[in-house]
């Protein structure tokens, strides 16, 4: 990854569907950021000025397996970045829980030049 971009987050927003708690979602995640950030170079590699977000709808069984993975929301990322991402977030792998509902969760990751992220401090 080139040193002026960055990963601006990457984690959990919400979990709802009526499944238990992921209670290692945000470690989980945190394993995933290198992933996101692979995706994320490949992008400028054809866009160098490319920076935005996406959130994905991720659908968890019990069992820690991700039953789907969609974007949400996409604001300024290609077509392939996307497609990375959600190759990346369907292929984690949750702790199992009790209960037999599935879980979802947000997660929302957003990249931004660091020039850019200098001038909105």
Do not use: W
Not at 94 to 105: D, E, I, Y
Request: net charge negative; with cysteine.
């Amino acid at each position: 990854m080139k040193d002026d971009d960055v990963v601006r987050d990457a984690g959990i927003v919400a979990g709802e569907g009526g499944g238990s708690r992921v209670d290692d979602a945000e470690a989980v995640i945190a394993t995933l950021r290198p992933r996101f950030r692979s995706c994320y170079q490949n992008g400028l590699a054809e866009d160098p000025a490319m920076q935005g977000c996406v959130v994905v709808r991720t659908v968890v069984a019990s069992d820690g397996v991700v039953e789907s993975a969609r974007t949400v929301v996409r604001e300024g990322l290609s077509d392939p970045v996307e497609a990375c991402l959600l190759h990346v977030v369907a292929g984690a792998r949750f702790g199992a829980r009790s209960g037999t509902k599935s879980t979802v969760l947000h997660v929302p990751v957003t990249f931004v030049a660091e020039t850019a992220a200098k001038k909105e401090k």
